[in-house]
């Protein structure tokens, strides 16, 4: 956003006081005011014992005469290991007499030096529920 007299923005950690590792992630927003956020993965530690982290956090825009906006809320949530992304193609709407095929692809976020494989079980949520089974995988 560009203004002759720009925005200041309040920064905000709002789960950061749960485990010491974060202190540093919330003493680092400190004094940032800039639109943009900029969290290097050295900031983003997960703290012991967990496989993922949900940092919440929050931001709140200040005008030059101090009227402030809504507090805005939101998530990033950070894992140990890649995770798999998942896209289906051939979802669609089909008639009785339609052929239907649904693929799918997975890709892994990036981790250096990662080589995983997937497994994929399907199942007709809607038939299993009507008729009382689960299809084969």
Do not use: M
Request: aromatic share 10%; glycine share 6%.
């Amino acid at each position: 956003y560009k203004t002759s007299r720009p925005l200041q923005f309040i920064w905000s950690c709002r789960n950061c006081d749960q485990d010491p590792v974060l202190g540093d992630l919330e003493r680092g927003l400190v004094g940032v005011s800039a639109d943009r956020l900029v969290l290097p993965p050295s900031k983003l530690l997960i703290p012991s014992g967990y496989d993922s982290w949900n940092f919440e956090f929050s931001v709140i825009a200040v005008s030059f005469v101090g009227g402030t906006s809504e507090e805005l809320q939101f998530s990033v949530q950070k894992y140990s290991f890649p995770v798999p992304i998942i896209r289906v193609v051939g979802e669609g709407t089909y008639t009785t007499s339609d052929e239907v095929l649904v693929e799918t692809t997975v890709e892994y976020s990036s981790c250096d030096n990662a080589e995983l494989t997937a497994s994929f079980s399907w199942q007709d949520a809607t038939v299993a529920r009507r008729a009382g089974h689960q299809l084969p995988s």
